[in-house]
């Protein structure tokens, strides 16, 4: 779903599809706040380019629904498509190389709008991306860690194994020296995207290897190719980074107790989501309580902005199917919304066609 990334002083609204954008001028919108403006006139922009425009002011909100139409939102990614892969006899779309292209879709915003040739997208690892890593588990010993990684785990164990998952993450990278990357890992880290830990859990263990100068050996073995300075560099940015976002918000979903939780019968389900139970949690970066085998899961999440959702699993001790419910209170957010959120921060994709059923068959398992 597109969101606004910007706005401008004359009350403009920059509404972002992917890596490009449409401004969208007040006096084109109609008396239902939609975008009047005929899908071929809107003027559409790299986000960056507008961006760097007079009176931009950044922010990250949800588009309202119907702000702009289907047609508007097929015109935005139709430029785009031409942008990477070229307009014939367009010199302002000549197109991007192989290269630039890789690069582009690698850091192309995600406003779960997903770019249209599937193809090209796939061909491209993001770096920090969700797919699980595989590093030691600091409960036991690493091999080939060398006494530099004791001199960085003054404070236990965790430090260490939280810079291999780093480390380990670069193997989808080729340049660590840009700033993009680092805008880049400082957002994973901070929506707590790709890892369990939190940005309050990471920081220690990269302020203290920058201070130390030090990276444990098996953390450089693991970063394919990178050497210990490449390493210590990007971690020295990274935090200056991260020191510039100060305040760091709450991750985007916090698990709550179940007992701040209305009750079920105040519950308004608003879609379910077909998934182990284990990518869910993962997914959410959150564990389900231990249940009965005749009980249903439940898992109690507050988003950013405060409001709880609720996923409910089919019985059993496996299901794949939950269930997504919102407080039957007012003052909820949009289901949309929340569903639009669940897809930029967990990948979840909240179905809502044919709910009834899916309730009733949660319900009755």
């Known amino acids: 779903m ?58 990250d909100e949800p588009m309202p629904p119907d702000l702009l139409s289907a047609d508007q939102i097929r015109a935005l990614l139709e430029w785009e498509v031409g942008f990477v892969e070229g307009v014939s006899g367009h010199s302002e779309r000549p197109g991007l190389s192989s290269g630039e292209a890789e690069l582009y879709l690698r850091y192309r915003p995600d406003t779960g709008d997903e770019y249209p ?84 859990e990471f920081y220690p263990a990269l302020t203290r290897a920058v201070t130390a100068h030090t990276v444990p050996d098996s953390a450089v073995e693991l970063a394919d190719g990178f050497d210990a300075n490449d390493i210590l560099d990007f971690f020295g940015r990274l935090t200056a980074e991260l020191d510039r976002r100060r305040p760091w918000p709450d991750p985007p979903l916090v698990t709550v107790d179940p007992a701040t939780w209305p009750s079920m019968g105040s519950s308004r389900p608003i879609g379910w989501v077909d998934i182990a139970i284990s990518d869910l949690e993962w997914a959410v970066k959150s564990a389900f309580p231990d249940v009965d085998a005749d009980d249903q899961p439940l898992l109690v999440l507050r988003l950013r902005g405060g409001q709880l959702v609720a996923l409910v699993g089919e019985d059993g001790y496996n299901p794949n199917r939950f269930l997504v419910l919102l407080p039957d209170l007012d003052d909820q957010q949009d289901a949309a919304e929340v569903a639009a959120y669940l897809s930029r921060y967990a990948d979840l994709r909240v179905e809502s066609e044919g709910l009834e059923e899916a309730a009733a068959e949660v319900s009755a398992s």
């Open 2 to 59: 597109p969101r606004i990334v910007g706005r401008y002083a004359n009350g403009g609204i920059v509404v972002a599809v992917g890596g490009v954008c449409a401004v969208v001028e007040p006096d084109a919108l109609d008396a239902e706040g939609q975008c009047a403006t005929a899908p071929s006139d809107l003027r559409i922009a790299l986000v960056s380019a507008a961006g760097a425009e007079p009176g931009f002011a950044a922010t």
């Open 117 to 200: 040739n599937p193809f090209a997208s796939q061909a491209v690892d993001r770096p920090f991306s969700l797919d699980r890593l595989a590093v030691p588990s600091p409960a036991g010993s690493v091999a080939g860690e060398s006494s530099e990684a004791a001199a960085l785990g003054a404070s236990g164990d965790e430090e260490p194994h939280l810079l291999l998952q780093l480390c380990a993450s670069m193997v989808y990278v080729d340049d660590l020296s840009g700033d993009e990357i680092v805008a880049d890992a400082a957002e994973d880290l901070i929506d707590r995207m790709s890892y369990l830990a939190t940005v309050e």
